[in-house]
């Protein structure tokens, strides 16, 4: 009988160590981070540095999303907006190029930088797994399941604790699993008392009137051309669940050498672009490609082409269900979108409905061999403008970006024009209209609310979310920047930090504190900040002569200009507050303006000895989406206090003097 029992203990015992060899134990982080978008980079990073354990999970096996997914024509909107470590990414891609700041490059170059940062803190990514669930208790996330994304399969299903989870997906995937309230699609303008949110019949990226929808010309029961809804149109600023489109960021090279032909894509229909061959027809002047594209030059013969006009990249009315759709269904519209892409750029390069000299033009370029070479030269990531939204405790709306309302919790500025791009292809009056396109700016940097960042306390403690933030659809298209993302990213791990040191949620931690960490560490490293001196800082700046306030095209909220009178000399003097002796690379900024004056006088001073410099108009050379450029000054080393200066004044009366904004960086640790 002894013998018996023996047995069968053993046979147990084998069976339980089959199951335990089957189970991987789970992985113990003190931050959890969904997501290695440039957003969970910087996350990731952050967290890291100040002193806690990263696990940083990516469904795909792509790093840093749009930021290197083709999206190298960076929307900025007001360099001042940028801060922290999103400011340093851009200024490391500048060192690469030779240059202070650069805004402009090329996909690989800023995957090799985003992965610089993972390099430096020892992260290692956990690629190709995605979350399947969400295990709470109470109100706080206890771990995430997840599950291989390239070959689903229970026996290789893993466990992930953490004290903190910040969700750095597009899609918002855990916060949704963890359930987090949320919107998709936009609201009505009665919800949140705004004016250009819900259906809006707008001019841009509009096709022009008498461009008729059906199969046959005239005939509604032939059909609707491809792509064209059947939906009627709504009252203007009614909401509804419909999703502005989403389309790639295309990278394509003019390089012989480095490029490779476009060829006719499977399943291509060319029927897709019998709307396209009307709106040809309709608009015969138009004979270029820039015409049809938004066709920005990158760095060594490449583009950052995006959407323009009636009909191009954008795949209107296609994305609807992505948000909340399962996995196998996004893969489908995802692979809908790449072939849609695909067939645009060879049709334009060989349908014989297009005019030659588009054709001819077309033909020049080729997808790059140097880029996305795991991944057939195609960018992986789709750009996903939007897709769901939280609804947390504040919600940022139109009023917050247009300065009406602004809060005191921030903790990252936004500064990018209210700009949503058209979420439905329908006939109105007989005619194609795109609807759902709004572009609205005109206004200054305005901050974001730390409690946009957070989930309602009830619905989750311990989970921040800087991407799929709290946010209408309207607000949300001037906030949803790549690096707006960054700079809320990295405040989100120093808030994660707080929390687990404080022993509290993230609704409840010292927001002030938070505030005061981001300015005093911006780097996340100890390392002495940088001083700016803006010229809205009256007790460090200090004029002579008239003087006028512009509010538009400055770095930050204006800047200052002084027109030739012939009467008085005009300058301006920034006085930094320098906290420690030490080499500092000063640079001004200075705003591009019709009139500028051809040649203007910086005088840097020591306190002791004054050194002149003269900058010239041709100096300042902009790039990209942005106004002014910063102007290298030089290194100077400059003592503690106030007695450091610099002064800029006229040359000669040539023009308008413009000044803005003075740095000065730290050279030594």
């Known amino acids: 009988m002894n013998i018996k029992l023996a047995h069968i203990a053993c046979i147990v015992a084998f069976v339980l160590s089959g199951f335990q060899s089957r189970t991987e134990a789970p992985e113990q982080a003190d931050i959890c981070i969904y997501g290695a978008t440039s957003a969970g980079i910087i996350a990731a990073y952050t967290a890291k540095k100040l002193g806690k354990s990263v696990i940083l999970i990516e469904p795909g096996s792509h790093l840093g999303g749009m930021t290197s997914g083709g999206l190298g024509y960076t929307d900025i909107g007001n360099k001042y907006a940028i801060s922290g470590l999103s400011r340093d990414f851009y200024r490391r891609i500048g060192t690469h190029y030779g240059k202070f700041e650069q ?35 109470g109100k706080a996330i206890q771990s995430i399941g997840l599950e291989k994304s390239d070959n689903p399969d229970s026996k290789t299903n893993q466990i992930i604790s953490a004290k903190m989870f910040i969700d750095c997906t597009y899609e918002g995937d855990l916060m949704a699993k963890a359930g987090v309230s949320y919107k998709v699609g936009r609201e009505a303008n009665a919800d949140y008392k705004e004016t250009i949110n819900g259906v809006q019949l707008q001019d841009g990226h509009q096709l022009p009137d008498g461009v008729d929808p059906y199969k046959i010309p005239g005939k509604p029961e032939s059909g609707l051309l491809w792509g064209i809804s ?78 323009k006009g009636g009909f191009s990249t954008d795949m209107i009315g296609m994305d609807y269900d992505y948000p909340d759709a399962d996995y196998k269904t ?50 992986p990531q789709l750009y996903i403008r939007e897709a769901r939204r939280m609804i947390g405790n504040y919600v940022m709306t139109q009023a917050n970006c247009e300065g009406k309302e602004v ?28 609807e759902g396109n709004v572009e609205q700016g005109g206004f200054g940097p305005y901050p974001i609310s730390y409690h946009c960042l957070v989930p309602k306390e009830a619905e989750c403690s311990n989970l921040l979310v800087p991407v799929c933030l709290s946010a209408t659809h309207i607000a949300y298209g001037s906030i949803r920047m790549e690096p707006v993302f960054m700079v809320l990213a990295q405040s989100s791990a120093a808030a994660a930090v707080m929390a687990i040191d404080g022993k509290t949620s993230v609704q409840k931690i010292d927001i002030v504190k938070l505030q005061q960490q981001l300015k005093s560490n911006p780097l996340a490293n100890n390392s002495a900040a940088e ?3 803006d010229n ?50 000063i640079y001004a900024y200075f705003p591009k303006i019709p009139k500028m004056a051809s040649e203007m006088d910086l005088t840097v001073s020591d306190g002791k000895t004054n050194k002149g410099i003269v900058v010239k108009e041709s100096d300042i050379v902009v790039e990209g989406q942005t106004s002014g450029e910063w102007f290298h000054v030089g290194k100077f080393n400059l003592p503690k206090g106030n007695t450091a200066n610099v002064k800029i004044a006229a040359k000669a009366a040539t023009g308008t003097l413009v000044a803005d904004a003075v740095l000065f960086v730290p050279d030594f640790q």
């Open 103 to 137: 805004w402009i490059f090329e996909p690989h170059v800023a995957k090799k930088y985003l992965q610089q940062y993972l390099d430096e803190a020892g992260i290692q990514v956990v690629y190709q797994h995605r979350i399947t669930k969400v295990n709470k208790s």
């Open 230 to 307: 059947s939906d009627n149109l709504q009252p203007n600023g009614s909401g509804d669940k419909k999703v502005q489109a989403y389309n790639y960021r295309i990278c394509l090279s003019s390089d012989p050498k480095n490029s490779v032909a476009i060829s006719k894509p499977e399943n291509y229909d060319p029927s897709q672009f019998d709307l396209l061959v009307r709106l040809m027809q309709k608009q015969p002047q138009k004979t270029k490609l820039e015409d049809y594209f938004i066709w920005s030059k990158m760095p060594n013969n490449k583009t950052d082409i995006n959407n």
């Open 330 to 379: 996004r893969k489908k519209i995802i692979d809908r979108h790449e072939s849609y892409t695909k067939s645009l750029l060879y049709f334009f390069g060989h349908d014989e409905r297009v005019a030659s000299g588009i054709r001819e033009e077309m033909l020049k370029w080729g997808y790059p061999k140097d880029e996305y070479t795991d991944s057939g030269n195609w960018s």
């Open 407 to 434: 809060v005191k919790e921030g903790v990252g500025m936004a500064a990018y024009t209210m700009d949503s791009h058209n979420c439905q292809r329908i006939v109105v009056n007989g005619m194609v209209k795109n």
């Open 531 to 533: 001083i700016l001196v």
């Open 536 to 585: 809205e800082d009256a007790s460090h700046v200090k004029t002579e002569g008239e003087w006028t306030v512009e509010k538009k095209g400055g770095y930050g909220p204006s800047f200052i200009k002084a027109s030739d009178n012939g009467k008085s000399s005009r300058s301006v003097t920034f006085t930094p507050a320098i906290s420690k002796n030490g080499e500092y690379n």
